[in-house]
């Protein structure tokens, strides 16, 4: 128990929402007047009694973590993914201690040192150099702790030129280059970011990683939030997957983001259909289905590497169209697009009559590599609108049986794309250099 650093028990957090009531096209001046001094009076009675005074006619209790319970070891290195709207925020902000638990019991044994928003817990009139010191006794150090790292922080966050500048005139990506600084530096037990080094430029999103590594290897805790799949994966070994409100699943993070990326289904789902009422799209066109198969010849869902792969799209076309054109997207397991491709390249754009329409897209022997895929499909008519834009849609996994067959040198193939997509020629030439 003593190696536990941070336990979550039945762990929930409830917001009040207020919703106004839609009226007609008229209201009457004395409709208006009751309901302005009914929301006066409710107000003041929420001011007096020390509630939250909550916009709106109607209120809504919305949930935005549930029964939430886990337990996070000395040294581990923790990922948490989710939609955008799960409660990975609200989950940090309560590890942060910044907001309490609707319900439940949180224990943290060791100093915290949080990054979620850009800008937190600075001054926007103090210049960086007081910014730092400021920051680091909010974090509980010590003036004597702070100077002794004040020179390797700013080293790290490359501001030097900037030190005696105030804040408010820094970029996005110098707050948070200052603020990770500040956090990683002060040798805190429980590190936790957020997605916000997002904000910050390729080269130090790739040295705050390190960073991390290093932080993990000398034996205090990190929780990171990231939707960057690849660097969830690098950087830790468990994850915690939210799905609104609810902790859904906590294990090994390959295990966790392939179940992330597949909407919830770790097999392959290789087919869809939606019925009409369902169907995304507009009163111009609708998305019927999807499949994806390994051959035309073949119509098997075993997909592998030495064979193409053919992704099918069926749409209903419920009027003309002037040149609707659909797009692909399929992504890796990290969360990278490796291709994305549209029946435009192929000059196929032309105008949309009503109807049926089937569509395929042949993907070349040995262009994917091995790994797990989920697919994107959406639909648009140029400068005017997308009609739909629908992801994760689909999953499968492409498998190589190559080495099973005794081929010498093929399989295990390293990269995002498989070695179909280069093209490779040679050239005899006779005689002596």
Not at 92 to 106: A, F, M, V, Y
Not at 154 to 172: C, G, M, N, Q, W
Not at 179 to 207: N, R, S, T, Y
Not at 248 to 266: K, T
Request: hydrophobic letters at 40%; a neutral charge; glycine letters at 10%.
């Amino acid at each position: 128990m003593n190696n536990v650093v941070i336990k979550a028990e039945k762990l929930g957090k409830m917001y009040t929402i207020g919703h106004q009531v839609e009226r007609g096209r008229y209201t009457a001046l004395r409709d208006v007047l009751m309901q302005s001094a009914r929301s006066l009076w409710n107000k003041t009675k929420d001011l007096a009694s020390g509630k939250l005074i909550i916009q709106g006619d109607t209120m809504e209790e919305v949930w935005a973590l549930k029964d939430v319970n886990f337990e996070i070891k000395r040294g581990e290195a923790v990922g948490i993914i989710g939609r955008n709207g799960a409660g990975k925020s609200t989950l940090l902000k309560i590890l942060s201690r910044i907001t309490e638990p609707t319900t439940g019991r949180l224990t943290i044994r060791g100093r915290v040192a949080s990054l979620l928003e850009v800008g937190t817990g600075f001054h926007p009139e103090l210049s960086g150099r007081e910014n730092i010191y400021l920051n680091g006794t909010i974090l509980g150090m010590t003036r004597v702790e702070i100077k002794q790292k004040f020179d390797e922080i700013v080293a790290f966050a490359e501001i030097e030129k900037f030190l005696d500048t105030p804040v408010k005139r820094y970029s996005s990506g110098m707050y948070v280059r200052l603020a990770f600084a500040v956090a990683a530096h002060l040798e805190p037990e429980i590190l936790i970011i957020d997605e916000v080094l997002a904000v910050g430029d390729a080269q130090f999103q790739k040295k705050c990683l390190g960073k991390m590594e290093k932080v993990g290897k000398e034996g205090r805790t990190v929780i990171f939030v990231s939707h960057n799949m690849g660097a969830i994966k690098r950087l830790c070994n468990r994850s915690l997957l939210l799905r609104e409100g609810i902790l859904d699943l906590d294990g090994a993070s390959e295990h966790v983001i392939n179940n992330y990326l597949s909407g919830g289904h770790c097999d392959s789902v290789l087919e869809k259909y939606w019925l009409q009422e369902e169907a995304p799209g507009d009163d111009s066109l609708i998305l019927k289905a999807v499949r994806v198969f390994s051959s035309e010849e073949k119509h098997t869902y075993e997909l592998r590497i030495e064979e193409p792969i053919i992704i099918e799209i069926e749409v209903s076309i419920l009027k003309n169209l002037p040149e609707a054109f659909f797009s692909i997207y399929i992504i890796n397991s990290d969360g990278v697009i490796v291709l994305h491709t549209s029946d435009i390249m192929n000059g196929q754009n032309a105008e949309r009559k009503s109807g049926v329409l089937k569509l395929q897209c042949k993907i070349p022997a040995y262009s994917l590599n091995t790994g797990k895929y989920s697919l994107n499909v959406a639909s648009d008519i140029p400068f005017k609108k997308i009609v739909f834009h629908e992801k994760d849609i689909l999953t499968w996994e492409v498998l190589d049986t190559c080495e099973k067959m005794g081929r010498y040198g093929v399989g295990n193939w390293k990269g995002i794309l498989g070695p179909g997509i280069a093209q490779w020629s040679s050239m005899e030439i006779s005689g002596r250099i």
